[in-house]
T-cell receptor
Framework: AQTVTQSQPEMSVQEAETVTLSCTYD???????LFWYKQPPSRQMILVIR??????QNATENRFSVNFQKAAKSFSLKISDSQLGDAAMYFC?????????????FGKGTKLTVNP | GAGVSQTPSNKVTEKGKYVELRCDPI?????LYWYRQSLGQGPEFLIY????????DSGLPNDRFFAVRPEGSVSTLKIQRTERGDSAVYLC???????????FGPGTRLTVL
């Protein structure tokens, strides 16, 4: 079974600085998706960024980018120019591309604090 | 239409009672998912529907949990004989079709006293 590990329960960053959140995963599959979701206190999970394992190029969405190291099974999230609104729980998630396996497998999350 | 909606936002019940949690997906989304998020944990998969049928219910913890989606839109998660360990946030998500990005609702916080 696939597992996702986020080794940093909490992180903090100064406003306008850059922070990197770590995620590692375990799988025997060669093709899959990886995601970062943000969960503010409102509880709603918001998709931040998505990476397809067969694509070597790292995904980027505005201030958010990933460092995808397939061989190392590592998928870190970099937030540049941090803003107060970035403060939230961040979850890394894995989804298989095998037909019928549509569930997301989540890590335990990292709580990000942004200091003014 | 609007995003995924879930009702109620919060539900407090007593041990042994029956509860129903409702999820209204994004209009036109054919796939619907239920997850459970315990305190301090990431969401855990419970069940997903493609249309009206449950395509994968492998995450349901036991037979006290049941979910339906009779018309392929709204879904109801039903929990019988609730236990204190069922206390959690129950999240619903939908996607345009199977394999697409899942969009989440705000969840229902269930507290079993």
């Amino acid at each position: 079974a696939q597992t996702v590990t986020q080794s940093q329960p909490e992180m903090s960053v100064q406003e306008a600085e850059t922070v990197t959140l770590s995620c590692t995963y375990d799988t025997s599959e060669s093709d899959y998706y990886l995601f970062w979701y943000k969960q503010p206190p409102s509880r709603q999970m918001i998709l931040v960024i998505r990476q397809e394992a067969y694509k070597q190029q790292n995904a980027t969405e505005n201030r958010f980018s990933v460092n995808f190291q397939k061989a190392a099974k590592s998928f870190s999230l970099k937030i540049s120019d941090s803003q107060l609104g970035d403060a939230a729980m961040y979850f890394c998630a894995y989804r298989s591309r095998i037909g019928g396996s549509e569930k997301l497998v989540f890590g335990k999350g990292t709580k990000l604090t942004v200091n003014p | 239409g609007a995003g995924v909606s879930q009702t109620p936002s919060n539900k407090v019940t007593e041990k042994g009672k029956y509860v129903e949690l409702r999820c209204d997906p994004i209009s036109g989304h054919t796939a619907l998912y239920w997850y459970r998020q315990s305190l301090g944990q990431g969401p855990e998969f419970l069940i997903y529907f493609q249309g009206t049928g449950a395509a994968d219910d492998s995450g349901l913890p036991n037979d006290r949990f049941f979910a339906v989606r009779p018309e392929g839109s709204v879904s109801t998660l039903k929990i019988q004989r609730t236990e204190r360990g069922d206390s959690a946030v129950y999240l619903c998500a939908s996607s345009l079709t199977v394999g697409d990005t899942q969009y989440f609702g705000p969840g229902t916080r269930l507290t079993v006293l």
